[in-house]
């Protein structure tokens, strides 16, 4: 155990030095290479940035308001058939938007039903196995210039749900 802690402490220096020595045997200039790639990265910053706010925006609208609890209220219902807790509702929605304000819906559901309580262990798993699926698009997708997604939403999304199943199947067996 003490060597794996031990190789976690030093893995990323270890890479840096790499690229370094690597970047020396190629007689790259390897400072003014780094330098170039952060301003290139500023670029993509300043790019995603509006839509970043957008997003956190929109989701403290939607969280502030309370229509993802009526939501969940109202969903629950027919969500009772397969299993799914409404409480789980709400950080599903928002994990496919935001992964931090989704964080706080998981500290809310630990507050009211604990850690481990079957809906505690569900969202656990379920922010583990994942992805803010429309962050994600509209960031990496806008930074690339894609305009054809082709099946990038359906793949996201079926995976998606397949995590969510496999969550609550999980944490079922726990």
């Known amino acids: 155990m003490r060597f ?8 990323i220096p ?6 370094v020595i690597y970047g020396l045997l190629m007689k790259r200039n390897v400072y003014e290479d780094f330098l170039a790639g952060a301003k290139e990265g500023l670029k993509t910053v300043v790019k995603i940035v509006p839509t970043l706010i957008g997003l956190m925006v929109g989701v403290g609208v939607l969280r502030a308001s309370g229509f993802l609890e009526d939501l969940a209220s109202w969903l629950g219902n027919i969500t009772e058939y397969i299993h799914l807790p409404a409480p789980l509702l709400p950080s599903i929605l928002v994990r496919m938007f935001s992964s931090s304000a989704a964080t706080g819906l998981l500290l809310d559901l630990y507050k009211s039903y604990g ?7 569900a969202a656990s798993i379920m922010m583990g196995c994942t992805e803010t699926i429309f962050y994600t698009m509209s960031v990496y997708f806008m930074a690339a210039k894609v ?5 990038t939403l359906t793949g996201a999304l079926i995976s998606t749900f397949a ?4 969550s609550l199947l999980l944490a079922g067996w726990m």
Do not use: C, E, H, Q
């Open 115 to 121: 850690t481990d309580s079957y809906i505690g262990m």
């Open 14 to 19: 270890l890479v840096v030095v790499y690229v």
């Open 163 to 166: 995590g969510i199943g496999a």
């Open 4 to 11: 794996i802690l031990y190789l976690s402490n030093v893995m």
């Open 147 to 151: 305009t054809k997604t082709r099946w």
